[in-house]
């Protein structure tokens, strides 16, 4: 009993700590020694729409809070936010695995996807 009683604390503490949430944040690594860093020049509206299809495309689990604001798992970690944002502003990167989509309206994203005229 007292075991269980032990292990109610651990278990609540770790249901707690999961859904936690974190403001993504555009991060660079201007030279391959240098820290990775948040990037304030990237806050914008369209480099989150890019970034929301970069998560979305890696099953990443994210909240849009705002136009430039998404909340993503704790467990996200700068290296990580940095490799999104690199995905973000990479525009073959986003063409080859995400297609000609980005920006395009629904009508034109499905003849592109699916040779359906619109």
């Known amino acids: ?7 109610i604390p651990l278990l609540l503490a770790g249901c707690a700590a ?6 993504y944040q555009p991060h660079t690594k201007p030279s391959p020694n240098a820290p990775v ?3 304030p020049a990237l806050v914008t509206v369209d480099h989150f ?15 849009r809070e ?12 700068q290296e990580l936010m940095w490799n999104y944002t690199s995905k973000a502003e990479n525009r073959r ?7 000609d989509t980005m920006g395009a309206p629904p009508c ?6 699916y ?4």
């Open 1 to 7: 009993m007292s075991r269980l009683l032990l292990l």
């Open 18 to 23: 999961e859904g936690r949430r974190q403001p």
């Open 37 to 39: 860093a948040v990037e």
């Open 49 to 63: 729409d890019r970034v929301e299809a970069v998560l979305a495309f890696y099953g990443v689990t994210a909240t």
């Open 66 to 77: 705002g136009p430039t604001a998404i909340a993503v798992d704790t467990s996200i970690s």
């Open 93 to 99: 990167w986003l063409r080859q695995h995400l297609g």
């Open 108 to 113: 034109l994203q499905a003849e592109r996807a």
């Open 115 to 118: 040779g359906v005229r619109c």
